[in-house]
């Protein structure tokens, strides 16, 4: 292989992120030019980059939390929490800005208690963001869809 051929294949790699399917955890690469056009799973068809809060739940946020090389956000909430569910159409609408950028998730604390001691979760609503394997930043209240739009723009 010459060197020129070993290069392309190097920058084709770089310029690729990986991303766990939120539907069935398989881990795929999306070069980075296409993360705005609906990717799909090469396992399972479901969209990588949905542009609207998905549900997940711990196991699946464990990985995408590992692996991803976009930014995840979280949003831990509950469904007898008031500003959880005030703050979910926000939620929502900020999903929608920022396809292509980051994927947003929720994650109900009621239903995966665990996460509240792994992720020191204090309060509800709260927002987490991962990228890279690493978590970058956190956030707890509610917020409106400009205020998550910038926040996790600021990442």
């Not at 292989?1 to 955890?25: F, H, P, V, Y």
């Not at 979910?88 to 929608?96: I, L, M, Q, T, V």
Request: glycine share 8%.
């Amino acid at each position: 292989m010459s060197n020129q051929t070993a290069e392309k294949r190097t920058n084709a790699k770089q310029a690729a992120r990986k991303l766990t399917c939120l539907d069935c955890g398989q881990v795929n690469r999306v070069p980075e030019a296409r993360l705005s056009e609906a990717p799909k799973c090469g396992t399972c068809g479901a969209q990588l980059m949905p542009g609207k809060a998905v549900e997940i739940d711990l196991a699946t946020l464990e990985k995408a939390a590992r692996n991803d090389e976009v930014p995840l956000v979280v949003d831990f909430w509950a469904p007898w929490c008031g500003p959880c569910r005030m703050m979910a159409p926000e939620f929502s609408k900020a999903a929608g800005t920022l396809r292509g950028e980051a994927r947003l998730v929720k994650l109900n604390t009621e239903a995966h208690q665990a996460a509240n001691q792994r992720y020191q979760i204090r309060g509800i609503p709260t927002m987490i963001a991962w990228s890279g394997g690493r978590e970058r930043k956190r956030q707890a209240g509610a917020q409106r869809a400009p205020g998550i739009t910038s926040w996790v723009k600021s990442l």
